[in-house]
């Protein structure tokens, strides 16, 4: 399940600033071409090397079902209550293997935990919601050409601006290869669906093998979910249901209160509550 909707990409307007945010935005609409070429002096001007610049901006063109998705897209959880959409998301089946895959993680959630003070139930969670642990669907768009047409596009243009940047950065980093470099449709990348800002800002490299690897490296993906909570200041040892600091915290990880319920939810059924 992913969660490619306006409550889940608000957060990240903040980000782009801090990151990626060229110093004068490209111009949105017009001509794509000329729109691309201001992008890449504006990647160059972020420490994006010529060559990364090269490989993923030659040839982009729009994706006009990218745009068509993002224009009909008015957010999963308006149209349904809470109990409707947890029945569906909380299910037997993936309560049961997230159980093992705690069982089986038992050392790296217990030491995740310990570190970033998120509850391992919780962590388990979020990466049983987003992907069903990284057997879901991912996504299978190129990040670049999403990005690159929901930047074109004047409807949210800078914040897409500063995701495609740090789209580039990835790649430029080393984190990721530019064809592993896929995601959905708002740019969510990897087995907890982070945005580029996000990947750039809490990925953590917990395998130690020096890069962020938030596609196929679990110890990766499980503590950059973690930090991004405890970075938006989670407070270790305190509740985490509705009305308390941390569900507030959780907004960072998604807007929707619909969402951060089933999380709890989720959380919960996970430790056989």
Known sequence: MMTTTIARILPAFALFLAFAAPASAAKCGGDFNTFVAAMSRDAA???????????????????????????????????????????????????????????RHAQLLSRIERQFGVPATLVMAIWTLETDNGGGDMGKMPVVRTLASL????????????????????????????????????GEIGQTQFLPSSYIKYGVDYDGNGHVDLRHSVPDVLASTANLLKVNGWRPGQPYGEGTENFQV???????????KTMVLMAQKIAGQ
């Open 45 to 103: 001007a972020a420490g994006v090397s010529q060559q990364v610049i090269s490989e993923a901006l030659s040839g982009v063109s729009i994706d006009q079902n990218v745009l068509a998705f993002d224009r009909r897209q008015r957010g999963m959880f308006h149209a349904k209550s809470f109990e409707e959409y947890a029945r569906t998301r909380v299910i037997a089946p993936r309560i049961k293997r997230a159980q093992q895959l705690m069982q």
């Open 151 to 186: 930047a074109w596009d004047c409807r949210r243009t800078e914040l897409f601006q500063g995701e495609l940047i740090a789209a580039l950065q990835i790649v430029q980093r080393g984190d990721l290869p530019l064809r592993d470099l896929v995601g959905a449709f708002a």
């Open 250 to 260: 959780m907004r960072e990880w998604n807007r929707s209160e619909i969402y951060r």
